[in-house]
């Protein structure tokens, strides 16, 4: 486990080499899938971003190596460079939309 949900987190990660998966906990507390990143994708940027808990757990798959960024570093930069800021806020909102509907299938379905 590379991070898990509920933690604290004012970091991110940049997957330089390997696979990880990012799950989170559905409704009924049944551990669900959202995705999986490879090299160049990058994860816990909500939190940090948020200031809020993490909002899914990141699994290693294979050897992983990542980059780690702490938010002083990156708050810098996005504080020189709001185009980068609005689109870290696009991609943080696309996720939560992608993982909210993937929520709502699984309770649907009644698969969780």
Do not use: H, W
């Not at 590379?2 to 989170?24: C, K, N, W």
């Amino acid at each position: 486990t590379v991070l898990s949900e509920g933690e604290p987190g004012s970091e991110f990660y940049l997957v330089d080499r390997g696979i990880v998966e990012v799950t989170t906990c559905a409704p009924s507390g049944a551990e669900l899938p959202l995705t999986t990143l490879q090299r160049g994708a990058f994860f816990g940027e909500v939190a940090m971003i948020t200031d809020m808990p993490r909002t899914a757990t990141v699994t290693a798959l294979t050897d992983v190596s990542v980059i780690r960024f702490d938010k002083a570093d990156i708050e810098g930069v996005l504080d020189r460079n709001p185009a980068a800021r609005r689109l870290l806020q696009t991609m943080i909102e696309g996720r939560a939309k992608d993982t909210f509907e993937k929520i709502i299938r699984v309770t649907d379905e009644g698969g969780d």
